[in-house]
Nanobody, 128 residues
Framework: QVQLVESGGGLVQAGGSLRLSCAASGSTFSSYAMGWFRQAPGKEREFVTAITSSGGSTYYAESVKGRFAISRDNAKNTVYLQMNSLKPEDTAVYYC?????????????????????WGQGTQVTVSS
């Protein structure tokens, strides 16, 4: 079992930055790949970015490449999402998710149904 708690959301102007954190507890964090997803009002939840358990590989949605960066600190059981050059269309609830790395290929990390554990989400609002 893994418990995930996101933090760091808030209101920011377009062009600004935010850093989200997701703190994990309850199991061996370093054995889990981690992902960030987001859900805007009236839309389905979508993939944002993911990172393998070691941090050696990262994956990004095209819409955030070059603006967002995922990282993790296995000593602190935390994954981060640095968001720069924010746009109003980035407004959404952001969720972190975890899946056991063993048996999970990179292509699985783009798909929410492969994740086993989810946080409660944190709201990010970007004003124009």
């Amino acid at each position: 079992q893994v418990q995930l708690v996101e933090s760091g959301g808030g209101l920011v102007q377009a062009g600004g930055s935010l850093r989200l954190s997701c703190a994990a507890s309850g199991s061996t964090f370093s054995s889990y790949a981690m992902g960030w997803f987001r859900q805007a009002p009236g839309k389905e939840r979508e993939f944002v970015t993911a990172i393998t358990s070691s941090g050696g590989s990262t994956y990004y949605a095209e819409s955030v490449k070059g603006r967002f960066a995922i990282s993790r600190d296995n000593a602190k059981n935390t994954v981060y999402l640095q968001m720069n050059s924010l746009k109003p269309e980035d407004t959404a609830v952001y969720y972190c998710a975890a899946v056991a790395q063993a048996g999970t290929s990179g292509r699985h990390l783009y798909t929410e149904r492969f994740y086993d554990y989810w946080g409660q989400g944190t709201q990010v609002t970007v004003s124009s």
